[in-house]
């Protein structure tokens, strides 16, 4: 199965960003602005089994935020739909023991992901229901893809990811573990400031700091 590489970071100062991030030539990738809306939901046993392997089953919508550039007459893209399935990398006698609690040694997070594009959110929604699966946690966020010039050569498969949710701005790098270092090092951060967690277990924690019950992850449009 293949594998992602990641970290992510917490965005303190986005000027200060912005500026790194245009020193190092950062584009956005895919054409347009780069920026999408993802609505993302989670689905599990009503027992929890999934999580409790350290795995994630979750459907998630994209939708291609329009650039203040584009002329108003060119036809809104059509939503991408993404089903992805993630656990943990068994690296090591601890991931098979107990999957659920595994950290993966090292500074970055490591897990086995299979994602596939699918046609209809909803309908897939259904059989997962209908298998005895729920959506039991969704959260939104708007996404910025990034990448250095073709001509950085040690930034050959990195995306760099600019992640506004509502508990905050991240951002993720995500490709092999030595450009992952490095940019993060040009971007003005320190291995100390990398996070592994997951969003649902950086809101889960947000909303215990807060002493407020866990919800959706979404932001307020009122």
């Given at each position: 199965m293949p594998q992602e590489t990641e970290i992510k970071l917490r965005v303190k100062d986005m000027k200060i960003l912005l500026h790194a991030?245009?020193?190092l030539g950062a584009r956005p990738a895919g054409g347009g602005n780069g920026r999408?809306?993802?609505w993302?939901?989670?689905y599990d046993t009503p027992q929890g089994g999934l999580a409790k392997h350290g795995q994630l089953l979750r459907i998630r919508t994209e939708s291609q935020q329009k650039s203040k550039s584009r002329s108003a007459t060119v036809k809104k893209a059509k939503p991408r739909i993404l089903l992805t399935f993630k656990k943990p990398a068994l690296r090591s006698r601890e991931a098979i023991d107990n999957p659920a609690n595994y950290t993966p040694s090292g500074r970055h997070k490591?897990?086995?992901e299979i994602e596939i594009e699918v046609a209809d959110a909803a309908a897939l929604g259904s059989i997962f229901e209908g298998l005895g699966m729920r959506g039991w946690f969704r959260y939104e966020k708007y996404?910025?893809?990034m990448k250095l010039p073709a001509s950085v050569r040690w930034a050959k498969g990195l995306l760099i990811e600019l992640d506004e949710t509502p508990i905050g701005t991240f951002v993720e790098l995500e490709g092999p573990p030595s450009a992952i270092d490095r940019a993060a090092q040009l971007l003005g951060y320190l291995r100390?400031?990398?996070i592994l967690k997951s969003y649902l277990a950086l809101y889960l924690?947000?909303?215990r700091h807060q002493g407020e019950s866990p919800r959706d992850m979404v932001f307020d449009r009122k």
């Open positions: 991030l245009k020193r999408i809306h993802e993302n939901v989670i490591v897990r086995e996404r910025t893809t100390s400031d990398y924690e947000e909303r």
